[in-house]
């Protein structure tokens, strides 16, 4: 067995935001302008980690974690003023300006933006040009973006539909059936291949420029796939389906403190036994390419690669499920073996046994501590100050919490006075008394959402779990980013040793 020793973890902090929420121009955030300015701000702060979400293509509800690909890069955050830049588009090709801030409108957004990336699309591909040039380059060595265009195009061609629903020879994949699709759509295929060519050269553009500011990114890879995607429709064979493609069995967790009734999720589980054969190559392709995009990864739902919980397809809600034992130690030793030191973060919230404490450390990976859980309980809670550990990274609260402002005036009293006393508070300014126990803490990576940095209240929170509508909206406003505010941040990193250095 392979001893698995990851890479080190400088004492430092960092800001949990996405990029959908910085403000912008045309409805939703963008690699752009806001996105550097974020960085530089981030530097004055001391901030040196800047933790997003998934970068992935999203559905109409703007969830990044629910996606047609887990490769693809998600064109709503091209910048278009960008585009501009490049000379794809003339300042008058832009479209109307809309609030800077506010909630997203995801359908109006892309409405907004889309004959602007069109045209600048178009223009890429017949300009020639250095460009052009380097677009043919990057397409070459990016495995893969003919499938996901593919994809693309014929979801588009079908109306929709889900692949199992195409024509029988395209579900599939007969290769007759694919050639002459690719043939009949290489317009729009060289259109999707484009679109995720601006995004990929603004990305790596961001990153340079945070790197040079002394900013790395963490990412987030879900543990699941959307059934209905690219990756299960070219990987059918490593995901539990029946003949039809559709699952008998979905993934989802039990009943927990988020939910009484558990959530059903509805992704399709995978055939751990066929990836196993062949050392996890699926695994090793999309962890690869998630450490292209950021420096670190978190892994969602860690503990369903011990044991996941399995859920009748035909089930209403989770609770009818089942553990299952998962890969294990077995993913993480191939993992290594291909890719080396493993950056990894494992999300090891929920439901954890001693079977998920155990693979944690065999693997090697730091956990997360959220403060948020650490009060109303005894002095044992795992996510009490005291009891952390140098191996993990503290949040006073995740994209899946309220913020804590919220949270505080959603407790009842008992817990109310446990953090008081806790943290010898009267719990005035109580996202920043958090902000300051979760950097004191001997947790080496240390991570606040911005909207705790910014002390708001519930309305900004950005997902609640199990419920569907009004999620991954919250954006900031332009004029958030104050000085004063970084100065605080970065006397309290400075405090406790948080430089990064």
């Given at each position: 067995?392979?001893?698995?020793?990851?890479?080190?973890?400088?004492?430092?902090?960092?800001?949990?935001?996405?990029?959908?929420?910085?403000?912008?121009?045309?409805?939703?955030?963008?690699?752009?302008?806001?996105?550097?300015a974020f960085v530089d701000w981030l530097a004055v702060s001391g901030m040196r980690l800047w933790q997003i979400l998934p970068l992935v293509p999203t559905g109409h509800n703007g969830s990044p974690y629910s996606s047609w690909s887990a490769f693809a890069g998600n064109p709503d955050l091209v910048a278009l003023d960008e585009l501009v830049a490049l000379g794809l588009l003339a300042p008058s090709d832009l479209p109307p300006p809309a609030p800077a801030s506010g909630p997203i409108d995801y359908a109006a957004a892309r409405a907004l933006r889309r004959p602007a990336l069109a045209k600048a699309v178009q223009a890429l591909l017949r300009g020639g040009g250095t460009l052009a040039a380097e677009l043919s380059t990057w397409k070459e060595h990016v495995p893969w973006v003919?499938?996901?265009?593919?994809?693309?195009?014929?979801?588009?061609?079908?109306?929709?539909?889900?692949?199992?629903?195409?024509?029988?020879?395209?579900?599939?994949?007969?290769?007759?059936?694919?050639?002459?699709?690719?043939?009949?759509?290489?317009?729009?295929?060289?259109?999707?291949?484009?679109?995720?060519?601006?995004?990929?050269?603004?990305?790596?553009?961001?990153?340079?420029?945070?790197?040079s500011k002394g900013v790395t990114f963490i990412g987030d890879v879900p543990?699941?796939?959307?059934?209905d995607s690219a990756d299960v429709w070219a990987g059918r064979e490593l995901f539990e389906l029946g003949r039809n493609g559709r699952p008998e069995r979905v993934s989802g967790v039990p009943p927990d403190a988020f939910s009484a009734t558990g959530q059903r999720w509805g992704n399709p589980l995978y055939r751990w036994d066929k990836m196993a054969n062949d050392g996890f190559a699926w695994w090793q392709t999309r962890l690869r390419r998630s450490l292209e995009l950021t420096d670190w990864v978190r892994i969602d739902h860690f503990r369903g690669l011990s044991a996941y919980w399995a859920v009748p397809a035909d089930a209403p809600d989770a609770r009818s499920g089942a553990w299952v034992t998962g890969p294990g130690l077995a993913l993480f030793?191939?993992?290594?073996?291909?890719?080396?030191?493993?950056?990894?973060?494992?999300?090891?919230?929920?439901v954890i046994d001693d079977d998920v404490r155990a693979l944690l450390a065999a693997a090697d990976l730091p956990g997360m501590k959220v403060l948020q859980f650490a009060f109303g309980e005894t002095?044992?809670?795992?996510?009490?100050?005291?009891?952390?550990?140098?191996?993990?990274?503290?949040?006073?609260?995740?994209?899946?919490?309220?913020?804590?402002?919220?949270?505080?005036?959603?407790?009842?009293?008992?817990?109310?006075?446990?953090?008081?006393?806790?943290?010898?508070?009267?719990?005035?300014?109580?996202?920043?008394?958090?902000?300051?126990?979760?950097?004191?803490?001997?947790?080496?990576?240390?991570?606040?959402?911005?909207?705790?940095?910014?002390?708001?209240?519930?309305?900004?929170?950005?997902?609640?779990?199990?419920?569907?509508?009004?999620?991954?909206?919250?954006?900031?406003a332009p004029g958030d980013l104050k000085p004063e505010v970084a100065r605080r941040l970065r006397h309290l990193v400075e405090l406790f040793g948080r430089e990064g250095v």
């Open positions: 067995m392979t001893v698995i020793r990851n890479r080190a973890m400088p004492r430092s902090a960092g800001v949990l935001l996405h990029p959908t929420s910085l403000p912008g121009p045309y409805g939703i955030g963008d690699l752009g302008a806001p996105a550097r003919a499938e996901t265009a593919l994809f693309a195009s014929l979801k588009e061609r079908e109306e929709g539909k889900p692949w199992w629903e195409w024509p029988a020879t395209l579900r599939d994949r007969k290769p007759a059936a694919l050639a002459a699709a690719a043939r009949e759509l290489r317009t729009e295929l060289d259109n999707a291949v484009a679109m995720q060519f601006l995004f990929a050269r603004q990305w790596q553009a961001l990153r340079a420029y945070a790197a543990i699941y796939v959307d059934g030793d191939a993992l290594h073996n291909a890719l080396g030191s493993l950056p990894v973060i494992a999300e090891d919230l929920g002095a044992i809670n795992p996510y009490l100050p005291h009891n952390h550990t140098p191996q993990s990274v503290v949040y006073t609260g995740t994209h899946d919490n309220d913020t804590t402002r919220g949270w505080w005036h959603s407790q009842p009293e008992h817990v109310r006075h446990h953090v008081r006393v806790y943290l010898s508070t009267p719990g005035d300014d109580i996202a920043w008394d958090f902000i300051r126990a979760a950097l004191a803490s001997v947790a080496r990576f240390a991570i606040i959402p911005m909207q705790d940095v910014l002390s708001l209240d519930r309305h900004a929170r950005m997902n609640t779990p199990s419920v569907s509508a009004g999620n991954w909206r919250w954006r900031l």
